[in-house]
C-alpha cells in the first residue's frame, strides 16, 4: 500500500509540478511573451516589439548516467537511502531489542511494554512533523508576502 502512494506521489509529482513538467514551463513563457507585449504596446504603440529581456536557455534533458555522476543527485539519493535505512532498522529491530532478556543485552519489555513506547514515539513523531510543516509553511507564506509587496 505505501509503495502505491508513493509510487501515485512521484507520478503526479513528475506530471504537474513546475520544475519537471516541460508543458507547464512552454505555457508559462507563452503567457509572460504575450504580457510583456502587451505591456509593451500599451507603454508605447510606435515601438518596435523586441523582448525585454533575453530568452532563456532551452531545458536541457540529461540522461540517466549523467544523472548518476551529478553531485548533488548521489548526496540526495544516499541521504535518502540513509535516512529510509535507519527507520526500517528502527522498526524492525527496536521490538526484538525489548523483548530480549536483560542478560542478552535487551530490555526485557513485554508486549504491553513495548506498545506503549511505540505510541509515545509515535505522539512524539506527529507532534515534531506538524510543528515542522506549520514553520515551513508560515515561512513560504511569509516569503511570499515580501516578494509581493
Given at each position: 500500500?505505501?509503495?502505491?502512494?508513493?509510487?501515485?506521489?512521484?507520478?503526479?509529482?513528475?506530471?504537474?509540478?513546475?520544475?519537471?513538467?516541460p508543458h507547464i514551463i512552454a505555457e508559462?513563457?507563452?503567457?509572460?511573451?504575450?504580457?510583456?507585449?502587451?505591456?509593451?504596446?500599451?507603454?508605447?504603440?510606435?515601438?518596435?516589439?523586441?523582448?525585454?529581456?533575453?530568452?532563456?536557455?532551452?531545458?536541457?534533458?540529461?540522461?540517466?548516467?549523467?544523472?548518476?555522476?551529478?553531485?548533488?543527485?548521489?548526496?540526495?539519493?544516499?541521504?535518502?537511502?540513509?535516512?529510509?535505512?535507519?527507520?526500517?532498522?528502527?522498526?524492525?529491530?527496536?521490538?526484538i531489542w525489548a523483548v530480549s532478556d536483560?542478560?542478552?543485552?535487551?530490555?526485557?519489555?513485554?508486549?504491553?511494554?513495548?506498545?506503549?513506547?511505540?505510541?509515545?514515539?509515535?505522539?512524539?513523531?506527529?507532534?515534531?512533523?506538524?510543528?515542522?510543516?506549520?514553520?515551513?509553511?508560515?515561512?513560504?507564506?511569509?516569503?511570499c508576502r515580501h516578494m509581493l509587496f
Open positions: 500500500m505505501c509503495a502505491i502512494i508513493g509510487y501515485s506521489g512521484f507520478t503526479i509529482g513528475f506530471l504537474y509540478f513546475e520544475e519537471t513538467a508559462k513563457r507563452k503567457r509572460l511573451e504575450r504580457e510583456s507585449e502587451s505591456l509593451l504596446q500599451a507603454s508605447n504603440p510606435t515601438a518596435s516589439l523586441a523582448p525585454a529581456t533575453p530568452e532563456p536557455p532551452p531545458i536541457r534533458k540529461i540522461g540517466m548516467l549523467e544523472a548518476i555522476n551529478d553531485r548533488s543527485v548521489v548526496t540526495s539519493i544516499g541521504a535518502y537511502s540513509l535516512t529510509a535505512f535507519t527507520g526500517i532498522m528502527h522498526d524492525e529491530l527496536y521490538v536483560l542478560a542478552r543485552g535487551g530490555l526485557s519489555f513485554s508486549s504491553q511494554d513495548v506498545g506503549l513506547t511505540l505510541t509515545c514515539a509515535g505522539a512524539f513523531l506527529v507532534v515534531s512533523q506538524v510543528r515542522a510543516v506549520a514553520r515551513s509553511l508560515t515561512d513560504s507564506l511569509t516569503d
